[in-house]
């Protein structure tokens, strides 16, 4: 018999020589596969290997773009939008353009805006970001002439969902449907809309009227109508976001505006709870949703398409790897402002006043984020995190900000103390009151 020790080492010799030619193998065929399918193959192994950087052009190095408006459609993540333009405004101390009293938070929407509804000591400004109703020649005539005009879509079915909870109990068309239900009003909506009463828009083509345009025309009967629609957005907006895809939204934003990821880290804003929300539209309710209200179908189409377009020509895989990085910036941010979890609650756990979301009647929650009770802030300070979940509408208004308002108005929401309260908090030269005596939506 053979001695033991020797058979085994030659055994193992056998099996380690097998192991490099197999291996050997394997490289060759890598290699080969990388020659033959080079940048199909370096997609795949960054899909797998995040950490691997693409090669992306350096960013341009041209000074901040500081001349903006953003035309706010209606419930399609603009508040988050706005918020980004507002904090970067204050930062840089730009002069945004704020509706005049009388006008409420929407620039006297849904009226065409005009550049009357600014409130004259914000005038000329730089910026505007806010719910109007989109007139060029009026923006042209208030805003420089190297203004970057941006707006934002939302997919319609998921966007008229959320209007129709959030306007349940304002928009008459959605007040006449029995039991408040979505299903019933897409079975016959003419049954219970009137095109000239009060907030229609709110229930039929919402996007296409926020644009300037006409929401009674038919999409299907009259192409060359939302063709020419589409024409005039294009002709205008250098960028039309969607949210859907946000974060790649904001990368092409950040770019066209030479801004830094930075500026556009952000919370999200005016969110619903999720017991007040469809987690998604059943096939058949959300083509209904599309057949009503098919000029914003058109519209979200298109610019949905031309958006994917434009990030090619960006660099798919550059923007991608922006975006990534943008939500690791923005998630270190939200657990330094908001804590190690940070969690959208709903207004009654929310302790701060000022971070307290408005709340529409109806069974419908909007959440927001709270400020831990203890922190050891440093940066960001405690200001910039407030200022980063506030709530639209508590935000201060022009004449707030400059210390110049005697509150006169009775019907502000929140009595003096709290005011003072606010004031006394955030150590800034305002009152943290609803903005122009906001009477509450619509
Ligand atoms: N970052 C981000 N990404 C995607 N979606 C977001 C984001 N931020 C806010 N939201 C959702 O946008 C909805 C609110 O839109 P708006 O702020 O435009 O509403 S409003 O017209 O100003 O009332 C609201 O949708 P619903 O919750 O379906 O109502 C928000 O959840």
New binding site residues.
Partial sequence: MPPVMPRLQQVAKMVMSRKKVVVLLLLEATLSLLLHQGSQLSWSLRLLFPAVAPRCPASPTRPKHTAVAFV?????????V?NILFRFAERHNVTLALPRPSCEHQFCYPRNFSARFVHPATRPPRMLAG?LRFNRAELRRLLPNDTVYVT?L?EPA?MF??LF??YNRYCPAFVRVPNGSLETFLRAPRAYYRPDERFAMYAHNTLAYDLGGDNERNARQEPAYLAGLIRDVEATFSLVMI??Y??ESLVLLRRLLAWDLDDVL?A?????SAAS?LASLPEGLARAVRRWNALDAGLYAHFNASFWDRVARAGRECVQHEARQLREARERLLRRCFGPRPRLRPAAEIRNKQLQPWQPLGNVGIVGYDLPSRSPWGSPSRDECLKLAMP?LRRPSFREQKGLSKITRSNCQEPNAMQTEGFREVGLKMKLVNPSGFRG?P
């Fill in positions: 706010k459609t209606h419930k399609t993540a603009g508040t988050t706005q719910h934002i939302r998921a969902e959320s909870s959030y949210a859907e946000f974060d952000y999200e804003l005016n969110v619903r929300r639209e939506y």
